[in-house]
């Protein structure tokens, strides 16, 4: 299966380009990098080039030529990236799909890609003015291959999907969410693939919460086993679950609700290479751990792979057993928005100290240099629940925009004690990583370099993390 992931400001750009003179054709290129799963190829555009005015032969209605120094140059730029080329042009009175002369013209364009920048998929998308609707296929040995998943994220979550319309009739349990949000919505959560990282006060009620709601699959990451004292707090868990993995409850949890989401366990943390390259088939992901490290993973993931993170984060002040403030937070990361870092949410040096065992921090304690952990801080099941229902509704909102065009805040800060709920959207920090677009949707690294960091080496013989249940 082939996909292409683009930020809703890039298409704005290549929108602009295409449609540059009215009711005229137009032509752009897409710089891709790639996410090669086992059951996808996942480009995910990194640049917009217009095509030069200059470079056009000719440029009408419902033709185009164009000089072929246009498409020397940008393989020589692809080439020089490690980038796929997607060949993009707009048909201004349609039809939403590629035109016989299309078919004829553009195995050639593809052939002289292939050769100039060998390995690596290229294609064609063509799109219909102020977002119609398009189609999108890439070029292999055979011939064409359809692109069959299209996303666009930004203030709004749209996905173009190159299938039959599915006109069966929904499961009646999920009539009264139908009527809120219309069919199509109810269709597309059933095609969604979210990953919830860290299934215990905030993971579970997110999983309950998108069970519920019909998403179709969920990805459940943690390495944690399940202490009876979590159960004041955890959806789905027991008493008698004690020493179980969290994600094997969890999952045991949503097959017995039986609305059909297809639950894939990792019982281990994302902290594992293995485990942390599965969450590159995620259409989203939400983060529920209380640590620093996976964070930082989950930045990486959002400016790499183009992967929207919806950030979560409670926290009690209760200083000798009386709560004096509640906090909670819903962060929304993405490329163009600040993230963990820059908004000092998390930090380098608690991710370093947390990769420590107990006896290096230890020492280091007790010379001075290494603070407190925040390790089993204060949990109230209503607060963390509710910060859980706050980032679900933010995803429902990129879905749907029921909260309104005005509504572009990128965190929710939820005050309980005051009873008040504040919003903000910050820039990107000028010396921060987020601020970096050559990250952006970079893709897989080669050899180790997965999300630009440093692995431990993994044995070769360790059995696999996943555990797909259908």
């Known amino acids: 299966m082939h996909t292409l992931t683009i930020l809703e400001q890039h298409f704005e750009e290549l929108e602009r380009a295409v449609?540059?003179?009215?009711s005229i054709e137009g032509a752009a290129y897409l710089l891709c990098g790639s996410s090669v799963t086992e059951g996808e190829v996942r480009l995910l555009v990194m640049e917009v080039h217009p095509v030069a005015e200059h470079h056009y032969l000719v440029r009408e209605p419902d033709r185009?030529?164009?000089?072929?120094?246009?498409?020397?140059?940008?393989?020589?730029?692809?080439?020089?990236?490690?980038?796929?080329?997607?060949?993009?042009?707009?048909?201004?009175?349609?039809?939403?799909?590629?035109?016989?002369?299309?078919?004829?013209?553009?195995p050639k364009l593809h052939e002289f890609f292939s050769a100039r920048v060998p390995g690596r998929p290229h294609g064609s998308l063509v799109i219909t003015p102020e977002g119609g609707g398009g189609a999108a296929r890439v070029w292999v040995e055979t011939g064409w291959e359809p692109v069959t998943r299209i996303r666009i994220y930004g203030s709004r979550f749209r996905f173009m999907d190159d299938s039959v319309a599915d006109e069966r009739p929904l499961p009646k349990f999920f009539d009264r969410q139908v009527r809120a949000f219309g069919p199509e919505i109810q269709r597309l959560l059933g095609r969604l693939h979210v990953g919830v990282v860290g299934i215990g006060g905030t993971g579970s009620p997110v999983v309950e919460q998108l069970v519920r709601l019909g998403v179709g699959t969920i990805s459940e990451f943690d390495g944690d086993a399940f202490d009876a004292s979590n159960v004041n707090r955890m959806y789905g868990s027991k008493v008698s679950d004690a020493g179980r993995n969290k994600t094997e409850i969890s999952e045991m949890h949503v097959e017995e609700i039986g609305l059909g989401t297809v639950v894939r366990a990792y019982p281990r943390h994302i902290t594992e290479e293995e485990v942390a390259r599965q969450l590159r088939e995620c259409d989203v992901v939400f983060g529920c751990t209380d640590r620093h490290a996976p964070r930082g993973i989950l930045v990486q993931l959002a400016l790499r792979y183009l992967i929207p993170v919806f950030d979560l984060g409670v926290k009690v002040d209760a200083p000798e057993k009386m709560i004096r403030g509640v906090i909670g937070r819903v962060t929304t990361l993405i490329p163009g928005e600040a993230c963990l870092f820059c908004r000092e949410r998390i930090s380098s040096e608690v991710m370093r100290l947390e990769s420590l065992s107990p006896t290096e921090w230890q020492v280091l304690a007790d010379e001075g240099y290494?603070?407190?952990?925040?390790?089993?801080?204060?949990?109230?099941?209503?607060?963390?629940?509710?910060?859980?229902?706050?980032?679900?509704?933010?995803?429902?909102?990129?879905?749907?925009?029921?909260?309104?065009?005005?509504?572009?805040?990128?965190?929710?800060?939820?005050?309980?004690?005051?009873?008040?709920?504040?919003?903000?959207?910050?820039?990107?920090?000028?010396?921060?990583?987020?601020?970096?677009?050559?990250?952006?949707?970079?893709?897989?690294?080669?050899?180790?370099?997965?999300?630009?960091?440093?692995?431990?080496?993994?044995a070769e013989e360790r059995e696999t993390v996943s555990r797909l249940t259908s």
Not at 19 to 22: E, I, K, L, Y
Not at 65 to 94: E, M, Q, W
Request: hydrophobic share 35%; glycine share 8%.
């Open 19 to 22: 449609f540059s003179r009215p």
């Open 64 to 106: 185009l030529s164009i000089d072929s120094a246009s498409y020397t140059l940008i393989a020589k730029r692809a080439r020089a990236a490690g980038a796929s080329i997607i060949f993009v042009h707009g048909h201004p009175d349609g039809p939403e799909d590629f035109s016989p002369q299309d078919n004829r013209e553009e």
């Open 370 to 458: 290494a603070p407190e952990l925040e390790i089993n801080n204060p949990a109230v099941i209503p607060f963390t629940t509710a910060v859980a229902s706050q980032a679900v509704s933010e995803l429902l909102h990129r879905l749907t925009g029921f909260m309104g065009p005005e509504r572009r805040s990128s965190e929710v800060l939820m005050f309980f004690h005051e009873t008040s709920i504040r919003t903000n959207r910050a820039p990107p920090g000028a010396d921060c990583l987020c601020s970096q677009l050559g990250l952006w949707g970079r893709g897989d690294g080669s050899g180790r370099d997965f999300l630009g960091l440093t692995w431990p080496e993994v």
